[in-house]
């Protein structure tokens, strides 16, 4: 079924409110997947806070100008998938790799972040980003961690005391 101009102008401005808040993108091919295989992957990414969509790459070009995914366009061919993390930086990417896993058709042609393509080696290295979660945990460890060793050195004079006079009291016994 053809677009009319009215329905690619509306995809355009949709796919370029996503892309202009989005910390992510990850344009893959998707040759050989089943509908269902293809709805099981809409379904992961909805859960996961991807926005995907299957949109003409002439239309994609279009909806990423002026956007940090622009340096994306010339790498647009053939039948793509957009995935547009919109929480995390890693969660497209882990997406991708996840569902790659169990079914090889769905491939990573283009990975873009922080307005530069990156190779596709790097799709592993953008997975194992944290989430939000994860890095305030991080974060807190890291901030956690001066406080702890401050306080183990105040108190071991104490226990080292403690430990000298058990010593003393034990050696006195026998």
Known sequence: MALNLEDKKSIVAEVSAIAANAHSAIAAEYRGLSVG???ELRVKAR???VYIRVVKNSL???AVEGTEFECMQDSLVGPLVMAFSQED???????VKDFSKDH?????RVIAIGGEVLPIEQLERLSKLPNRDQAIALL???MLAPIEKFVRTIREPHAKLVRTVA????????
């Open 37 to 39: 295989e293809m709805t």
């Open 60 to 62: 994609t070009r279009r």
């Open 140 to 142: 807190m460890s890291v």
């Open 47 to 49: 859960n996961e806070g």
């Open 104 to 108: 090889s058709m769905l491939i990573a």
């Open 89 to 95: 930086p890693g969660a497209a990417a882990r997406l």
């Open 167 to 174: 010593a003393v009291r034990d050696q006195k016994e026998s």
